[in-house]
């Protein structure tokens, strides 16, 4: 939801300083969402029981 927001937000405007740190903060909330759901998923493989 908050990298939808965004995107919205940034709009097809002119492209200035302002944008630029609003792509740069997109992208880095991109990569900690998706940096989140590798460390969940390494954590869940910790704890499932061996067979």
Known sequence: VIIVGALIAAGPQDWNLAKAFGFIAVVLASIN????????QRMLQMFRQKR
Do not use: A, D, H, R
């Open 33 to 40: 969402i998706f940096g989140g759901f590798i460390v969940t």
